[in-house]
């Protein structure tokens, strides 16, 4: 049986600011060498070059290693980039705990895995979403999970394409999906998206065309981002295990389109908080810990029968603007605006909409 769950979260009050994380160490919340992972928002630009998630990454390392974790760079530390509207910068800190009450009730479980290399060649290929799947089964086993109707949320952080990594993958005479950098975060999404998907039985291995091309090919858990910053998969699976005991337990649900409110509430509601019919957020008192969720602009340019220009807008490039949208509509459900929502959605829930996954303090 796994170690229950301790989960908080914690402001960013800088771009190199880990003091959040240090304060629950010294506070005795968590002890860093029981760290699993770290799912966070940087206030960067969310593109290729946005080195703010870098420099978390390092500041959260080094407060691990300062305390006495014994393998700091071992830690998946997932980065979403850009903070868009009123978006805050946070960090949501999972870790063992030595101080559970037992429960025979679903409670939180965590298991993390790397993939192998992904190559730059394998970038949107039926190779990127072998070796995902192959991960995600192996950070299932590590959570306890077996079922995986209890999987309810998968964050991921591949690599995305540089001109580094295209020039490498042509000097050993390979080629590569694409050659414009940009778009490639994007397809490294949608690809392990996919990898989910296999893993968790939602769909059957996908051909080669139809990765990023298929949208009725969807996992209603997968959260998928993608940086500069490594060379695998960081795998993070959550999931709820029966009599692993703890505080806190996770649902999911999905957002239909960029609007929809009652998609945050439904995954509100799978993880234990009860509700009344017309919620409001007080309603929450402080239950919630965070929901995680992803978005994308609807392909068809509108939203509820409403033309938009976010495709067309060569001034603001959609990923800002849909983060932006759905980070309000997140905020007005929770009443924080330090929500984690991760723009690039294609094969992350329904197209136009996205996964939302809720974890919630049951006490």
Not at 46 to 75: C, M, Q, W
Not at 154 to 166: A, D, E, G, N, Y
Not at 257 to 263: E, P, V
Request: aromatic share 4%; with cysteine; net charge negative.
């Amino acid at each position: 049986m796994p170690e229950p769950i301790e989960v908080r979260k914690v402001p960013i009050e800088s771009v190199t600011d880990a003091s959040g994380l240090a304060r629950l160490i010294d506070d005795g919340v968590i002890e860093a060498a029981r760290v699993l992972a770290v799912i966070g928002k940087t206030e960067g630009n969310g593109g290729v070059n946005d080195y703010t998630r870098i420099l978390a990454d390092r500041a959260f390392r080094e407060v691990l290693a300062d305390k006495g974790h014994p393998s700091p760079e071992s830690v998946p530390l997932v980065w979403s980039g850009g903070t868009d509207g009123v978006l805050s910068p946070h960090a949501t800190i999972f870790a063992t705990t030595a101080d559970a009450e037992p429960s025979d009730e679903p409670r939180v479980s965590v298991g993390i895995a790397m993939s192998e290399v992904i190559l730059p060649e394998d970038i949107g290929r039926p190779a990127m979403v072998e070796k995902v799947a192959a991960g995600v089964r192996e950070a299932m086993k590590l959570a306890g999970i077996d079922d995986p109707a209890d999987v309810h949320y998968v964050q991921t952080k591949t690599p995305l394409l540089t001109l580094s990594t295209i020039n490498d993958a042509k000097s050993r005479g390979k080629d590569v999906v694409i050659e414009d950098t940009g778009p490639s975060m994007d397809i490294s999404n949608s690809t392990t998206a996919l990898g989910i998907a296999v893993a968790l039985g939602e769909i059957e291995m996908p051909a080669a065309d139809q990765i990023h091309r298929d949208l009725s090919l969807y996992s209603s858990v997968a959260s998928c981002s993608s940086g500069v910053e490594l060379d695998r998969a960081q795998i993070v699976v959550v999931g709820n295990v029966r009599g692993i005991g703890g505080r806190y337990r996770i649902g999911h649900s999905v957002m239909k389109d960029a609007l929809d409110a009652d998609g945050i509430w439904e995954a509100i509601r799978s993880s234990g908080i009860e509700l009344p019919e017309r919620p409001h957020p007080s309603d929450l008192g402080d239950r919630l810990v965070n929901v995680f969720m992803k978005c994308e602009a609807d392909p068809s340019g509108s939203v509820r029968g409403r033309r938009n220009i976010m495709l067309d807008d060569s001034d603001v490039h959609w990923h800002r603007q849909i983060k932006a949208t759905v980070g309000g509509v997140a905020a007005s459900v929770t009443g924080d605006p330090a929500v984690f929502v991760s723009v690039a959605a294609v094969h992350q829930g329904p197209s136009g909409g996205g996964p939302v996954a809720a974890i919630a303090d049951l006490g």
